[in-house]
């Protein structure tokens, strides 16, 4: 992928080449643009690293450019797949008024220090009603239109799509961190109460409780550093295999590594858990007295019930914070389900897509671009296996379209309703057939339809609702305006096109298929673009087909690029990458909570059974039964369950609105969903009581009471 941006970008980021320079403002001048920069990755995969790069020649699309600069390894501007860096020469045409509806640049700007972000929009915003007013015959038609100018952080910008999955990143880390974080409270309490006379007998022989306390702080923090070395080694390991999953399409995704900041501040993090831990024996070791020791040790006193009554609610807490990260992990699991089963409203099965710039001077007019079109179909439909081929400079899921007004004859708009911008798309005949898309009304686009023939045009049945409801769209008329002042001049030119087909709505944007405004298109050979997208459809491998392709697209202009070589298959994929992400994300968290809470309802059960002992060998003496004890002490544990699971279907019904964001075509509350969650938690929960509570009622009264 290559970007043209204008030579002011690099001096705006702060970011030095490695090698060479960055672009003048003279090269940004048209016919002095034959400049390229590379990125770090390509100049290692193609030029093996090789420091006299600088100089050298390449072409692209036919075109000389120079190699002036390499940028660093961590520059990643826009896009991590941004391979080379050209100009961006502004021609007279694009720098006049008539151009000022083009809404195709991103604007990069930095704010001066103590600007904020809302300045610097009530600014855009002040400058663009001052260019209205340079223009008041199309003034109020712009304004109903709702063109404007989003001003907005870059960072905003670059996380818009993935937040989400960042959030459930951080949200379910940190739910994690909490469970275990409470899971080790426990084990510290059990390990204070269990060791709890040899600090007493301590202090006896005549250690200080500072002492004491240094000693049990740096047993806390030893714990807790241990674990988190343990899980910055399962960190690195992770880390190795989020790429298979798509965390490598987050922004500077790949850049995260386990580094010397990111083990310093785990490492913090874990003592901090450890100094917070040794608090609690800490504090009772304060007002600590062996006579309370002793009368707690006989018969369990106050201090050894409230230490109890904390260990139950930190198991009710893990339960609830596992439940949390469960519905959510449920609610994304079947909604990612649901996306699968989704009719993206094209069949990509077969189809390999791939994409081409006819750039000048070698393709400078449109008759250049149709001829080259014609000759490169025709190339395409000969190779040996290859059902169908068609173009377009819009393919579905391909992360990239063109919006454009449009105006339909005789549809009046109501009050205040802004003007129709649906997907602007040109596609040759042979393109809806060959990807699967289902013709409503009327006909394809055919051969007949050439630059010289009457101008036609198809929609998708989105805009043919918008515009004509349920009614017949089919010869109907429609017109393109290419300027403002082209608003107000329909009744003047000659250049409607007439409604030939109707085909079934296309989810251009991502399988959610959120586009509801429509699309329409336009037969290739009447309006021509210089970049278009090949689809080919064969039972070809993958491997033969790709170079089936190359080979004839070659023996029509050997320096014709091709990119952006993929299949629809791994369109669709990527599409769902980031979603597929998420989920695979939250599974992990919520197996990861599921077993931390099993863990911690376990272990405070069997330290409880341990600490009731003789309390159990009485009643069995006493002539309670063994069924009757198994029954008390899983009891226990299934009520501790039961407050988790209230707990925490309070605490998503809380987190709902941030669970809705992230679904698609699910309930946030769907019952399936709950019910297994619930019973999912539940039968580990039984499973995690039902060993202690055996043990228990396995005790011999006669052993217990005699120890």
């Not at 045409?93 to 929009?121: C, F, K, M, Y």
């Amino acid at each position: 992928m290559g970007v043209a941006a204008t030579p002011s970008l690099f001096r705006l980021l702060r970011v030095p080449p490695l090698l060479g320079r960055i672009f003048t403002e003279a090269e940004g001048e048209p016919g002095q643009n034959q400049q390229i920069i590379l990125s770090y990755g390509l100049w290692q995969q193609a030029y093996g690293g090789d420091p006299g790069v600088v100089g050298r020649v390449i072409r692209l699309s036919a075109r000389p450019f120079t190699i002036v600069g390499v940028m660093p390894r961590g520059f990643l501007f826009v896009d991590p797949d941004v391979r080379v860096w050209t100009p961006l020469a502004f021609t007279t045409e694009q720098r006049s008024d008539n151009a000022r509806h083009n809404n195709s640049w991103v604007n990069i700007g930095r704010l001066r220090p103590g600007a904020t972000v809302a300045q610097a929009r009530a600014q855009v915003d002040a400058l663009n009603a001052a260019n209205l007013e340079r223009f008041p015959k199309t003034k109020e038609l712009l304004i109903n239109a709702g063109f404007h100018t989003s001003v907005d952080r870059m960072q905003d910008v670059l996380v818009r799509r993935v937040k989400g999955t960042l959030f459930l990143l951080w949200g379910g880390a940190g739910f994690v961190l909490l469970i275990g974080a409470v899971n080790l409270t426990n084990l510290v309490l059990a390990r204070a109460t269990l060791r709890r006379k040899d600090l007493v007998t301590r202090l006896a022989l005549g250690a200080t409780g500072q002492q004491l306390a240094r000693y049990v702080t740096v047993e806390s923090v030893a714990l807790a550093v241990t674990g988190g070395l343990a899980g910055l080694a399962v960190g690195a390991a992770v880390i190795q295999g989020l790429a298979r999953i798509g965390l490598d399409k987050i922004p500077r995704a790949t850049e995260v590594r386990i580094d010397p900041t990111v083990f310093l501040f785990s490492i913090a993090i874990a003592v901090i858990i450890g100094l917070v831990l040794a608090l609690l024996p800490i504090a009772e070791l304060g007002r600590v007295n062996v006579s309370d020791v002793l009368q707690e040790e006989g018969r369990g006193g106050t201090a050894g019930r409230t230490r109890r009554a904390v260990q139950r609610t930190m198991v009710v807490v893990q339960v609830a914070f596992a439940l949390v990260l469960l519905i959510g992990a449920g609610l994304l699991l079947a909604s990612f389900r649901h996306l699968l089963t989704v009719d993206p409203g094209f069949k990509g099965e077969g189809v390999l897509t791939s994409s081409i710039v006819m750039a000048p001077p070698r393709y400078s007019g449109d008759g250049e671009m149709r001829q080259l079109m014609n000759r490169a179909l025709g190339g395409l439909r000969a190779i040996p296996g290859v059902t169908g081929v068609g173009a377009t400079t819009v393919i579905p899921l391909g992360g990239n379209h063109s919006d454009s007004v449009i105006l339909a004859e005789g549809y009046v708009m109501k009050p205040g309703e802004s003007l129709v911008s649906p997907l602007h798309i040109r596609v040759t005949p042979g393109y809806f057939e060959t990807i699967g898309v289902r013709l409503r009304r009327g006909r394809y686009f055919t051969d007949a339809d050439r630059e010289d023939a009457l101008k036609v045009v198809m929609v998708d049945e989105a805009l043919a609702r918008k515009f004509w409801l349920d009614d017949n769209p089919i010869g109907r008329r429609m017109y393109l305006p290419r300027s403002p002042d082209d608003f107000l001049k329909v009744g003047e030119h000659a250049d409607w096109m007439t409604v030939v087909g109707v085909v079934g709505n296309i989810h251009v944007d991502d399988v959610t298929g959120n586009r509801t405004v429509g699309a329409y298109y336009i037969p290739f050979a009447q309006e021509v673009s210089p970049a278009a997208t090949f689809a080919v459809k064969s039972d070809l491998d993958r491997a033969t087909l790709i170079s089936g392709v190359r080979r004839a697209i070659a023996e029509i202009d050997p320096e014709l690029a091709l990119f952006d070589i993929r299949t629809m298959a791994e369109l669709t994929d990527a599409s769902l990458m980031s979603r597929r992400t998420a989920m695979v994300l939250s599974l992990g968290f919520a197996v990861m909570a599921l077993f931390l809470a099993a863990v911690g309802l376990y272990g405070v059960l069997a330290y409880l059974v341990t600490q009731r002992t003789r309390e159990i060998g009485i009643r069995l003496a006493l002539g309670s039964t063994a069924s009757g004890i198994f029954e008390l002490v899983l009891r226990e544990g299934l009520i501790l369950v039961a407050v988790g699971l209230i707990v925490g279907l309070g605490g998503a019904v809380a987190l709902r609105s941030a669970i809705e964001s992230q679904v698609y075509g699910v309930r946030s509350f769907d019952p399936w969903v709950i019910g297994i969650v619930l019973l999912t938690l539940g039968a580990v929960a039984l499973a995690a009581s039902t060993l202690p509570a055996y043990r228990a009622a396995r005790l011999d009264p006669v052993r217990v009471l005699s120890a």
